[in-house]
Structure formats: C-alpha cells, structure tokens
C-alpha cells in the first residue's frame, strides 16, 4: 500500500485533475452499482456531504438512536445545515423497525419539519443486515417520498459476512458512504456515491466543508490498493472476531461475535483494563474491533491474557 501511494500519479484534485482519485472513485462507484463517487477525508464528512445534499434548513433524517450519523458525528448536520434529526431505537438485529420509520416520518403540515431522508447503516455495530431489508426500507422511502442515505463506513464487512456482492445492498439506496480507513486499512478516507447529480451537489458541499484536496492521489491510492486487496480478506478478521469471542467464552468471560467485533462483557473494565495493561494489551472499552495489523500470534496473545483474569 506504501509503494501504491509513492507511485501514484498524481494533479490537483480541486480542479479535477488528479487520475488517481478519479480512478478510486470511479471505481469504488462502479463495485457499488451507482453512477459517480467522491473522495472525501473521512466517513464523517462524507455522511455531512450527503445530509447537506440530501436537506436543506427545516427538513429532517430519520436515523437510529445509536447511528453514527446522529450520535457520534457532533450534531454535523444541525451545526451547519439546520437539518433536524429524527432518532428511533435500533432493533436487535440493527435495523429500523419499519412501522416505526413510517409512524415518525411527519404529514405534510407547516407545523412540522419536512422529512426528506432515511439514514440506514451496515454493518450496524457490527451486525450485517441483508438485502431483503434493504428492499422494503426501500419501498418505505419510494412511498413516502424520502431518499434513502446508507452509512455503510463497514459496508464490505457485511457483504463478505453475508456472501454477497456490495450492489445487493446498495441497488436500493440512493446514496452510499463507505470508509477505506475501517477494515480495509487505508490511512485515512471515505468514498461516498450516489447519481451523478447528487454527487456534483455533494462536491459542491466537500469544499464548502474545507474537504477540497489538492494531490490527494498519494491518498486515493492508498483507497484502490485496499478495495483491490484488502475484501476478500475481511473474512480472516470475522473468523479471528470469532476465535477470539471462543477463546473469552472459555476463559469464562462473556463475548458476542458480530463480524469484525467482540462485544466483552461481564467484567468490572477497569480490573479487565489493569489486567489486560500488564500483557501489553491496551483496552479502550468493551468493543473489541479485529483488524488486518491483528494476525493469529497477537489473538493468542490477547485470549492467553484475558484467561489469566478469569482466575
Ligand atoms: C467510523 C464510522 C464513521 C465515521 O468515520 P470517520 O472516518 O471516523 O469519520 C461513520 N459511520 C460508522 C458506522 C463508522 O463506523
């Protein structure tokens, strides 16, 4: 990925004259079956793009409780574009119960905010929500006349853990975000796709929000590099998540495997914390996200840790 980047051919990208993020976005647009893409610095930004394309001031998303688009983005799109959230609680699996999208989706009344836009995501903490969802979210929106925005920032983890292809998914949404900084280990960026239309709108709002870069090639290229090697490989890590959520089973600690995630749980963290510290392992918190810098030497480690607490 270091020598993709040394090489890539590289222009300003402000004035569209860089071929290396062309190509990533061309491409990136191409795997998910929509008509144009656009490099943006990272996962947060791209949803801000597309709720600034998608709403204007007065209008409002639907989104869960716990999405990252209304939980963990700093209130992005209050802050610049007076887009008003509407959060509703995930169900188990991840999904937005669909009666309740219908129930919170407002009449068209001059004492409401004008609901333009039903934010999904997948994974969704780490659970892959299939294609047949998608379909009558989809359906849902068409009805009442919403778009339909999916933060799929682990968008292929999904598709390796479901066995298919990412344009089952994204076939019904009208715009898409991926990170290539997640899984697929890229440094840093996010591609975020729609129609060609809304996304000239979307570059528009990328450099309103400071994400015009210039030779972002060297970056973009690191982006190709991952989409060209680092998906299939999505499957090592979901099979490392669910050794590792074994390994602190047996170690009597309780773990839920979701994909690339561990949930741990049931032990008081800062004791797990100060345990885990003294076998280098550093803890941040009860998610534990498997990666491709994580190989089978390091989960030995971290599970022969982790048992040694139990005692
Ligand atoms: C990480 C993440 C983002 C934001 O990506 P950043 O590049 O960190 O801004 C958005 N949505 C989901 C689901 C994520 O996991």
């Given amino acids: 990925m270091r020598a993709a980047m040394a ?3 590289v222009g300003d990208d402000v004035y569209g004259e860089d071929p290396t993020t062309k190509r990533l976005e061309k491409s990136c ?17 791209s949803n801000l793009a597309a709720l600034l394309t998608h709403c204007g001031r007065g209008d409002e998303y639907i989104a869960g409780q716990d999405a990252h688009t209304y939980r963990f983005e700093g209130g992005g799109g209050a802050a610049f574009g007076g887009i008003q959230p509407q959060p509703l609680p995930f169900q188990p699996d991840g999904t937005l119960d669909l009666d309740d999208v219908e129930a919170a989706v407002k009449p068209d009344d001059y004492h409401f905010a004008k609901t333009r836009l039903l934010c999904l995501e997948n994974t969704q903490g780490g ?18 006349g919403l778009r339909l925005h999916l933060d799929g920032a682990r968008l292929f983890n999904a598709a390796v853990a479901l066995a298919i292809d990412v344009d089952g998914i994204t076939r019904y949404c009208d715009s898409v975000s991926v990170c290539l900084s997640k899984g697929l280990g890229a440094p840093v960026g996010s591609v975020l796709c729609g129609d060609s239309d809304f996304i000239v709108a979307a570059r528009r709002w990328r450099k309103v929000l400071g994400g015009g870069m210039r030779q972002c090639g060297i970056l973009a290229a690191a982006g ?11 499957a090592d890590d979901h099979r490392r998540a669910r050794e590792l959520a074994d390994g602190l089973r047996a170690a009597g600690i309780a773990a839920d495997q979701r994909t690339n995630m561990v949930y741990v749980d049931g032990i008081e963290s800062a004791r797990m914390r100060a345990h885990m510290a003294t076998g280098g ?3 941040s918190g009860p998610r534990w996200v498997v990666h491709l810098d ?4 390091d989960l030995r480690h971290i599970v022969d840790t982790a048992a040694g607490l139990s005692g």
């Fill in 7 to 9: 090489d890539a051919e």
């Fill in 29 to 45: 647009a191409e795997r998910l079956g929509l008509e144009a893409g656009l490099f943006v610095a990272s996962g947060t930004q």
């Fill in 127 to 144: 659970r892959p929500i299939g294609p047949g969802y998608f379909d009558r979210a989809k359906a849902l929106a068409n009805r009442y």
């Fill in 224 to 234: 190709l590099y991952a989409l060209e090697h680092n998906v299939e490989r999505l």
């Fill in 281 to 283: 392992v550093r803890v």
């Fill in 294 to 297: 994580i190989d089978d030497g």
